[in-house]
Nanobody
Framework: QVQLVESGGGLVQAGDSLRLSCTASGRTFYSYAMGWFRQAPGKEREFVAAGRWSSETATTYYADSVKGRFTISRDNNRNTWYLQMNSLKAEDTAVYYC??????????????????WGQGTQVTVSA
């Protein structure tokens, strides 16, 4: 059974940093796109960031709203990935979900294609 478990959410102030982690189990995710989505109260779930790493290449893709502030990365064991969030804003407040898909990072971002979801972790940024 595949499971994705997020951690690292919390309450921070605007301008602070936070790092989210997602650990997957139940299969290896070699050549999968690994990413993050978020859902704010009263809004639809939206794409945040994705990455896809192989032995030859590494590609990342970001939503415009987080570009330059957020960075997605992957642990060498391939089944843990991170979202480093810097210069947080109140509008970043949301439940953050990690995701994995048999696709490219850009496809995850542009189509929302996801095969596996985490359960979500709350990030609250106070103004």
């Amino acid at each position: 059974q595949v499971q994705l478990v997020e951690s690292g959410g919390g309450l921070v102030q605007a301008g602070d940093s936070l790092r989210l982690s997602c650990t997957a189990s139940g299969r290896t995710f070699y050549s999968y796109a690994m990413g993050w989505f978020r859902q704010a109260p009263g809004k639809e779930r939206e794409f945040v960031a994705a990455g896809r790493w192989s032995s030859e290449t590494a590609t990342t893709y970001y939503a415009d709203s987080v570009k330059g502030r957020f960075t997605i990365s992957r642990d060498n064991n391939r089944n843990t990935w991170y979202l480093q969030m810097n210069s947080l804003k109140a509008e970043d407040t949301a439940v953050y979900y990690c995701a994995a898909a048999w696709s490219t990072a850009q496809a995850m971002g542009t189509t929302g294609q996801v095969h596996y979801w985490g359960q979500g972790t709350q990030v609250t940024v106070s103004a």
